[in-house]
């Protein structure tokens, strides 16, 4: 075993590296609060302020996907497009198998530059969990109940709220709107069967509501 394998092998390095997530986490959410005082002075150095603070708890999740876990992400895209990346906002549409899933859209965004302001649409109970939570709160993440009745007019309303947002972003969106699992495999093919739908092997038939209110809040943005 070489020196790195050994060390990931280590309690006290797992110890040490929960301490300084949590440790740093918490300082940068409360430095983040008190960058609410620049709202009503500057909303976009506010912005700017939050993307570089944001930066420093997420890119410490990369690390680990990349360094600890030795996860290699592989990009295949069009050549001609690929100097687009990073220099221009984009909708990101992911799956959903696994509960990292979003750290790989992560490592992409830190390839491109637009980790610290990255976007989700995410549920609502993430706002209430510190750290990454907060910090969402501060990157003014669109939070939605999943009860689209409620979710319409202040989906929409965030969205919209993002059109002036000074920093390149990507918004990362899963399409499935939920994690896979066997159970949710069965219910999502008896509705597509139901209305006369492939029936999908590996995937949640999509969810389209979400897709379609961002493409039309922020297109052209």
């Not at 939570?133 to 965030?158: A, H």
């Amino acid at each position: 075993m070489d020196i790195v394998g050994f060390l990931k092998s280590q309690f006290i390095c797992h110890l040490l590296i929960c301490y300084i997530f949590i440790v740093s986490g918490l300082i940068i959410n409360f430095i983040q609060l008190f960058t609410l005082i620049l709202w009503p002075i500057n909303k976009q150095l506010f912005r700017r302020i939050n993307c570089r603070l944001a930066y420093c708890i997420s890119s410490q999740m990369v690390m680990l996907l990349e360094w600890w876990s030795g996860t290699d992400c592989t990009l295949y895209t069009d050549p001609e497009s690929y100097h687009k990346y990073g220099k221009e906002n984009a909708i990101v549409i992911l799956n959903h198998n696994f509960e990292i899933d979003f750290l790989c859209g992560w490592n992409f965004c830190e390839r491109f530059g637009v980790l610290g302001s990255s976007k989700v649409l995410a549920k609502k109970e993430l706002s209430y969990m510190p750290i990454i939570g907060w910090m969402w709160y501060f990157l003014e993440i669109v939070f939605c109940k999943r009860k689209w009745e409620e979710d319409r007019k202040t989906v929409v309303q965030k969205l919209l709220n993002l059109r002036d947002y000074p920093e390149n972003f990507w918004f990362l969106i899963h399409c499935e709107g939920t994690r896979f699992t066997e159970q949710k495999h069965q219910i999502s093919m008896q509705v597509a069967e139901a209305k006369g739908l492939p029936k999908l092997k590996y995937h949640l038939l999509p969810r389209t509501k979400g897709f379609a209110v961002t493409m039309q809040c922020l297109r052209n943005v």
